[in-house]
């Protein structure tokens, strides 16, 4: 058997690693990377002698996926958590603390708020239960739309906006309720009569295990680990370029004839692949919008007064460039031992191309300067590394699932061929990792 994995980020090394388990040494997989490296927006480098990750630092640690694949692959030893410190939300000129009791920034409670709006807003959200609540059961707005109106401008800019800026690098009203917050959701579509009972129906219950983990040295451990069990033959540099039906499989250029394809691709490289065969699905695929995003990691000396606060998330309508930072070295207690402080400045929301417009030497300096200005304190890096991540974020859009259950209904009837990545059902590391699986036993299960 000959199997293709398009796409060599996390999603297509799980699916990789998992056809390896499933089907056998005599099996070949190849793995296609149009990149000159595997991981996709996971990447790891060494700043002053140290690795650091410059894409996705941290996963949700409630989630099985990659607790589970580090102990499969004997690294689990890797696992770290965060400290437990929690971040600030820059507004108005000032650091304020993350609320509270909120899902995804939507208060639970006017309370969760108090400090970050002003009283005419807690009164908005004092008042919301004793309002008439429109939600029409298994349809979908964006989460600005729902939120502004429920509890205000001011709410949406500094408490929304800011958490949704470091998932999707996405706004408020780029976010569907649907797909990013599906237990909201089903709270409005079980009859919640206000937004604030739904929020707070949605919310997880207590809990102590830590929300995030990590990778002591970072995400390339994971990547490089999965490569070697999965046994791929991984071709670098090279892009596929058309996906065809054949009698017996498909042919992929520049690959040949395999038996099954996993399409592990962002949504637009999906959509030109299956343009020859799903011209339906490749219209679907191709409608999913992209976020840019760039992170300035900035190695400073130990000393740096920073705050106690593992990051910065900055409200929209700011006069700064940033749109957070992560302490790193206050967030994770690895990291709080090295002999540098490290921090991440992160640009980039959808629909604002600017930043990766700037040259290296433009961002670095923006990310000095409102690192100053949030911690008030004088900047002097050791040394400063740029990663720009060009489309790296697909943005759920309002009806997302209903789009994304019609890619996969507009391509049932290709046996052979399995869709993984960000934009089906998550874009975290989890989520990745679990379409990866899902995508693999697909294939096992036609190949069987």
């Known amino acids: ?24 040494e005599s099996a070949e997989l190849v793995l296609l990377e149009r990149r000159d490296r595997v991981g996709g927006i996971l990447r790891t480098v060494d700043i002053e002698g140290d690795p650091v990750d410059l894409g996705a630092e941290a996963f ?28 600030l939300v820059w507004s108005e000129g000032a650091g ?13 409670a006017a309370e969760s708020v108090a400090g970050l709006v002003d009283t005419a807003t807690l009164a908005l959200i004092e008042d919301e239960p004793n309002r008439p609540l429109t939600w029409v059961p298994g349809g979908d707005l964006s989460v600005g739309e729902l939120v502004r109106d429920r509890f205000g401008e001011k709410v949406v800019r500094r408490s929304v906006d800011p ?9 408020a009203d780029s976010i569907g309720v649907r797909a990013a917050l599906p237990t909201l959701a089903a709270a409005l579509d079980r009859g919640a009569q206000s937004l604030t009972q739904a929020v707070s129906e ?37 892009a596929a370029t058309r996906l065809t039906r054949t009698a017996s499989g498909w042919h992929l250029d520049p690959v040949g004839d395999v038996d099954a394809v996993i399409l592990a691709t962002p949504a637009p490289v999906t959509a030109e692949l299956l343009r020859d065969t799903a011209p339906e699905a490749a219209d679907l695929a191709g409608g999913i919008e992209l976020a840019s995003s760039a992170v300035v990691a900035l190695a400073l000396p130990a000393d740096t007064a920073l705050p106690d606060n593992s990051g910065i998330l900055v409200a929209t309508g700011e006069p700064l460039r940033a749109k957070a930072f992560t302490l790193s070295s206050r967030k994770w207690p690895h990291l709080a031992a090295r002999d540098v402080a490290l921090v991440r400045a992160s640009f980039g929301r959808f629909g604002d191309p600017t930043p990766l417009s700037w040259s290296d030497e433009d961002l670095i300096t923006a990310a000095v300067e ?10 002097r890096p050791l040394r400063a590394v740029v990663q720009r991540w060009p489309g790296g974020l697909p943005q759920y859009a309002p009806g997302h699932t209903t789009r ?27 989520a990745c990792a679990a379409s990866g699986t899902k995508a693999a036993a697909t294939i096992t299960a036609h190949l069987a």
């Open 404 to 430: 994304i259950a019609d890619l996969r209904s507009a391509t049932a009837h290709l046996p052979g061929l399995a869709l993984a990545g960000a934009y089906l059902d998550g874009v975290g590391v989890p």
């Open 1 to 24: 058997m000959r199997v293709a994995i398009v796409g060599g980020g996390i999603s297509g090394l799980v699916a990789a690693y998992r056809l390896r388990r499933a089907l056998g």
């Open 163 to 171: 958490l949704l800026g470091g998932v999707y690098a996405g706004l």
């Open 370 to 379: 409102d690192l100053t200005t949030v911690t008030n304190t004088e900047i």
């Open 202 to 238: 949605a919310l997880p219950p207590p809990s102590t295990t830590p929300v995030f983990g990590g990778i002591r040295d970072g995400y390339r451990v994971l990547l490089e680990a999965l490569r070697t069990a999965a046994d791929v033959k991984a071709e670098t540099g090279t």
């Open 60 to 87: 949700v640690g409630r989630r099985p996926e990659i607790p589970e694949l580090m102990r499969e692959l004997g690294i689990e030893d890797q696992l770290v958590h965060p400290a437990g410190k929690r971040p």
């Open 96 to 108: 304020h603390r993350l609320p509270e009791r909120t899902l995804m920034g939507i208060p639970a």
